[in-house]
């Protein structure tokens, strides 16, 4: 099944040190989405990505969606202990029959050591 | 505070008792979402009401009931679960449409930590 593929599973970092989070799908995607997940918390919005090869910031964060959207990136400059929680990509993908699924990856659980 | 509150928060139930799960979304939405949470597996979608009406079954076993009223009500009947349904029931809600190219963001509720005995 069409599926979106997120690495690596798990990170540790010391407090400071950068962060990156990367997600790849065999199909094409529409936009690609990413939440965080805090312990015990429920998945909250980041961004959304569009276009090909688009680039945001947020802050220490930046988001990358490739040229062919296939692939994108989340990128955590200088991580702090608040940044700890799972991080999510979701990629809209035409599933068929002109509908559009919202496919999760596994996510990517960072751990920041102070 | 989230804009979509869930309950309960915890339910542990035996594989012969019948529960259900609240969502509402104070958000104006037109679209609700059942997702299921299990350790090490993706978020899987369960189940997608546009303007209230059912327009995905993600291939769900008959156990598992939704009902969508109206708009900001959504509920999952719970009926003969195993102990391989137990997991985190998650709700959310959209401005978009559900299975449309850009359904925007997700608004997820805090969630029904669901354990069946």
């Known amino acids: 099944g069409q599926q979106v593929m997120q690495i690596p599973q798990y990170q540790h970092v010391q407090e400071g040190e950068d962060f990156t989070t990367y997600c790849n799908s065999s199909?094409?995607?529409?936009?690609i989405q990413w939440y965080k997940q805090r312990p015990g918390g429920h998945p909250v919005f980041l961004i959304q990505?569009?276009?090909?090869?688009e680039v945001k910031k947020q802050k220490r964060l930046t988001f990358q969606f490739g040229e062919a959207k296939k692939n994108s990136s989340l990128h955590i400059t200088a991580t702090q202990t608040t940044d700890v929680g799972t991080y999510f990509c979701a990629g809209q993908m035409d599933s068929g029959g002109s509908n559009y699924k919202l496919t999760f990856g596994k996510g990517t659980l960072l751990t920041v050591n102070p | 505070e989230t804009g979509v509150t869930q309950t309960p928060r915890h339910l542990v139930m035996g594989m012969t008792n019948k529960k259900s799960l609240k969502c509402e979304q104070h958000l104006g939405h037109n679209a609700m979402y059942w997702y299921k949470q299990s350790a090490k597996k993706p978020l899987e979608l369960m189940f997608v009401?546009?303007?209230?009406?059912?327009?995905e079954n993600n291939s769900v076993p008959s156990r598992f009931s939704p009902e969508c009223p109206n708009s900001s009500h959504l509920f999952l009947h719970l009926h003969t679960l195993q102990p391989e349904d137990s997991a985190l029931y998650l709700c959310?809600?959209?401005?978009?449409?559900?299975?449309?190219?850009?359904?925007?963001?997700?608004?997820f509720g805090e969630g029904s930590r669901l354990t069946v005995l």
């Open positions: 990505l569009v276009k090909s090869g």
């Open positions: 959310a809600s959209s401005q978009g449409q559900g299975l449309m190219s850009d359904t925007g963001e997700l608004f």
């Open positions: 009401y546009n303007f209230k009406e059912q327009t």
């Open positions: 199909t094409t995607l529409s936009n």
